[in-house]
C-alpha cells in the first residue's frame, strides 16, 4: 500500500522549533514539502534527493528550516528553527521523481498534511 504518513506538527512560540516527519511505505526518489497557510495557495518549501542527500528550499525558509532523510526508517524529516507566525499552515511531504521544480502537479503521493501554528 502506497502511503506517506505524516507526524510533529503542533503549536509553537515565534522563535521556536518544530520537526516534522514522513513515513514512507515505498521506496522514494525526491521527499517535497509544501504548506499551505489558511487562504492561501498550497506553496513548496523544500525538497531532498534520496540518492545524494541534495536539497533545495524556497527563498522564505532558506537558512531557518533543514530537510534530511533517514534511510533506515525510509523517513524524511523537516527542521524547522526560527519561526515566524507566516509559517502558520499545514504542511505536506510529497514524492516526485523530477529534480528541482516546486509544481504540485510533479508530486504524485502526498501526505495527509499536518498543522503548523506559530504564535506572535
Known amino acids: 500500500q502506497v502511503q506517506l504518513v505524516e507526524s510533529g506538527g503542533g503549536s509553537v512560540q515565534a522563535g521556536g522549533s518544530l520537526r516534522l516527519s514522513c513515513s514512507a511505505s515505498?521506496?522514494?526518489?525526491?521527499m517535497g514539502w509544501f504548506r499551505q497557510a489558511p487562504g492561501k495557495e498550497r506553496e513548496f518549501v523544500a525538497a531532498?534527493?534520496?540518492?545524494?542527500?541534495?536539497?533545495y528550499y524556497s527563498n522564505p525558509v532558506k537558512g531557518r528550516f533543514t530537510t534530511s532523510r533517514d534511510n533506515a526508517k525510509n523517513t524524511v524529516y523537516l527542521q524547522m528553527n526560527s519561526l515566524k507566525p507566516e509559517d502558520t499552515g499545514v504542511y505536506y511531504c510529497?514524492?516526485?521523481?523530477?529534480?528541482?521544480?516546486?509544481?504540485?502537479?510533479?508530486?504524485?503521493?502526498w501526505g495527509q498534511g499536518t498543522q503548523v501554528t506559530v504564535s506572535s
Open positions: 515505498f521506496s522514494v526518489y525526491i
Open positions: 531532498i534527493r534520496w540518492s545524494d542527500d541534495s536539497t
Open positions: 510529497a514524492t516526485t521523481r523530477l529534480w528541482y521544480t516546486d509544481r504540485e502537479r510533479n508530486y504524485d503521493y
